[in-house]
C-alpha cells in the first residue's frame, strides 16, 4: 500500500473535517495530516462540549480508557468519579482510586494505595450527590503505592509500581475467564520514571521522557525503539496495529520502518479498540475515533524516501 498523504492535508480545524463547528473555538491548535487509505476515516465519538470552569478542571485531571464497545470512560480518582458520557453514565466509588483500565479489554479495574480492586455496581446502591456508589472490592494487596494500570492485550492488564528504590517496576497479569490470575514481574526500570505504557504482553513498549523502548519477553533488556520530539504522554499497541504514541503536541505513528505525525493538538491522549484509534483532544471530554487505523503500518513510501524511527 503506498503511502499518499491526502491531496489538501488537513491542516484546518476539527470542524472542517468532521462537519461540526463548535471545534474552531474550543481547539484552534488542532490539525491533521492523514494518509489516503482505503476505509479511514476520523469521527466524533464524543463531540466538544463548552464545560463550566469546575467541570473543567475535574475533567483536565482525569484519566482516559476505552472500554469493548467504544465507549470511552474518564475516571477522577481524587473526586472518586467515574464517567462514561456517551452512556450517559455518572458513578461515584466509595473510595479514592489511582489508576483504572480495562484489564483483557473487558472489565473495569483500578487501584488505590493499597490493592488492585474491582469498581462494582452493588444491586442496591446508595447514592451520593444523585450518582450511584461503586462498592471498592480489594483484589490484591499492593507492594508499594503510585500504582499505575495499562491494558496489555486480550487477557491482561499491566500493573506499574514505584519501588522502594524509586524505580518503576512492571508486572504482566493475565486472568482468563474461568481460572486464577497469574503475575509475572518482568522488568525494573531505572530512570526518571515511566510516562507511558502499552503492550500485549509478548512485546511491551513504554516511554521515559522522549525515548520509546520496546521489551520483547523472553529478552535480557530492553532497546530503545523511537526518540520523539516531545515527552510521551500516551502509547496505544497491538499487534494489529502497530505503536501509535501521543506527545505533549502530537499523535502519530512509529515502527522500525517509518514514523509519522497524524494530528497536531495539544496533550493529546489515545486507546486502541480493534482496528480503530480513539484520540480524546487536549484532556477535555471531546474524544475522536480514527478508523481502519491499522492500516498505517502497511504503508510503503514513493521512491526510497522513508522517514525512519530514531530507535536502533
Excluded at 475535574?58 to 462514561?84: C, I, K, Q
Excluded at 482496528?275 to 521512491?303: C, E, G, H, M, N
Aim: hydrophobic content about 40%.
Amino acid at each position: 500500500m503506498k503511502a499518499v498523504l491526502l491531496a489538501l492535508t488537513l491542516a484546518v480545524p476539527v470542524s472542517a473535517a468532521t462537519g461540526k463547528t463548535e471545534a474552531p473555538k474550543l481547539f484552534p491548535k488542532t490539525a491533521f495530516s492523514l494518509p489516503q487509505v482505503k476505509g479511514m476515516r476520523l469521527d466524533w465519538v464524543l463531540p466538544p462540549i463548552d464545560q463550566p470552569e469546575k467541570a473543567r478542571e475535574a475533567t483536565a485531571e482525569s484519566g482516559f480508557a476505552v472500554d469493548p464497545h467504544g465507549n470511552p470512560w474518564f475516571g477522577n480518582g481524587p473526586r472518586r468519579l467515574f464517567l462514561s458520557p456517551k452512556q450517559d453514565l455518572v458513578f461515584r466509588t466509595m473510595g479514592q482510586f489511582q489508576s483504572f483500565a480495562f484489564a483483557g479489554g473487558t472489565d473495569l479495574v483500578a487501584c488505590d494505595d493499597d490493592y488492585l480492586v474491582s469498581p462494582t455496581l452493588p444491586d442496591k446502591p446508595k447514592y451520593e450527590n444523585g450518582a450511584p456508589l461503586m462498592d471498592m472490592v480489594g483484589m490484591v494487596k499492593l507492594d508499594h503505592g503510585d500504582c499505575r494500570l495499562f491494558p496489555a492485550g486480550p487477557h491482561g492488564l499491566y500493573l506499574v509500581l514505584r519501588d522502594g528504590d524509586g524505580r518503576d517496576v512492571i508486572t504482566l497479569i493475565v486472568s482468563r475467564r474461568g481460572s486464577r490470575a497469574k503475575f509475572r514481574r518482568f522488568l525494573r526500570v531505572a530512570g526518571p520514571g515511566i510516562t507511558a505504557l502499552s503492550g500485549d504482553g509478548d512485546r511491551t513498549y513504554y516511554a521515559e521522557g522522549k525515548s520509546i523502548y520496546e521489551f520483547k519477553m523472553g529478552a535480557k533488556k530492553p532497546v530503545l525503539f523511537f526518540d520523539a520530539p516531545d515527552e510521551v504522554r500516551s502509547l496505544a499497541y497491538s499487534a494489529r496495529t502497530g505503536l501509535f504514541y501521543a506527545t505533549t503536541k502530537v499523535v502519530g505513528f512509529a515502527s522500525r520502518k517509518f514514523q509519522m505525525e497524524l494530528i497536531t493538538s495539544p496533550d493529546p491522549q489515545i486507546a486502541l479498540r480493534g482496528p480503530d484509534l480513539f484520540i480524546r483532544l487536549s484532556r477535555t471530554l471531546a474524544v475522536l475515533k480514527l478508523s481502519a487505523a491499522d492500516q498505517i503500518k502497511y504503508l510503503r513510501w514513493p521512491s526510497d524516501k522513508k522517514t525512519p524511527a530514531r530507535g536502533k
